[in-house]
Antibody, heavy 122, light 107 residues
């Protein structure tokens, strides 16, 4: 069974850092691009970042560019999101999602994790 | 960035109703448009990909159409389990964007 399990969320002060992880199982992890998508309380879905299957190409939403870094360890079947300089507006549930191709563009996200909650507050 | 809009933002419907949701892109995205369903407290679920292809396991009452800038999601006969929020998403660009969502609730 294809599964994604996020971890690493929690409460952090403004300006702080957090690293999210997404453990993948049930598929050949390196063959697929991956994304992080977040949802602030009561709001819609916002794509945050994506990475190609090899990890060689990364993409970011303007709202997080320069503060967040996406990476993956294909030997550990794990996706990461390093979040620095966190702001109150980064408070959200963060989902990882599997794409259907090794590249990010032109595909779609067919498997989603259950999400991990990040709260940025003093 | 490609901006996505949806209409309506919410609608009330009864079981058995035919429901249509519209999604519009700020520029042509060919058929690189996907639809997701999300229920409260749950992760999004893929319904339709490439504008009109039904994801495996999704009931046939869901259908999608359109290309270029204008797309629709249709539920032919609304069922109790279909009350949820629906999002469109473009994958034409590497900067992925979602529509703001359409909430479907019970009339």
């Amino acid at each position: 069974e294809v599964q994604l399990l996020e971890s690493g969320g929690g409460l952090v002060q403004p300006g702080g850092s957090l690293r999210l992880s997404c453990a993948a199982s049930g598929f050949t992890f390196s063959s697929y691009a991956m994304s992080w998508v977040r949802q602030a309380p009561g709001k819609g879905l916002e794509w945050v970042s994506a990475i190609s299957g090899s990890g060689g190409s990364t993409y970011y939403a303007d709202s997080v560019k320069g503060r967040f870094t996406i990476s993956r360890d294909n030997s550990k079947n794990t996706l990461y999101l390093q979040m620095n300089s966190l702001r109150a507006e980064d408070t959200a549930v963060y989902y990882c999602a599997k794409h259907t191709m090794v590249q990010v563009v032109k595909g779609y996200m067919d498997v989603w994790g259950k999400g991990t909650t990040v709260t940025v507050s003093s | 960035d490609i901006q996505m809009t949806q209409s309506p933002s919410s609608l009330s419907a009864s079981v058995g109703d035919r429901v249509t949701i519209t999604c519009r892109a700020s520029q042509s995205i060919s058929s690189y448009l996907n639809w997701y369903q999300q229920k409260p407290g749950k992760a999004p679920k893929l319904l339709i990909y490439a504008a009109s292809s039904l994801q495996s396991g999704v009931p046939s009452r869901f259908s999608g159409s359109g290309s270029g800038t204008d797309f629709t999601l249709t539920i032919s006969s609304l069922q109790p389990e279909d009350f949820a929020t629906y999002y469109c998403q473009q994958s034409y660009s590497t900067l992925i964007t979602f529509g703001p969502g359409t909430k479907v609730d019970i009339k």
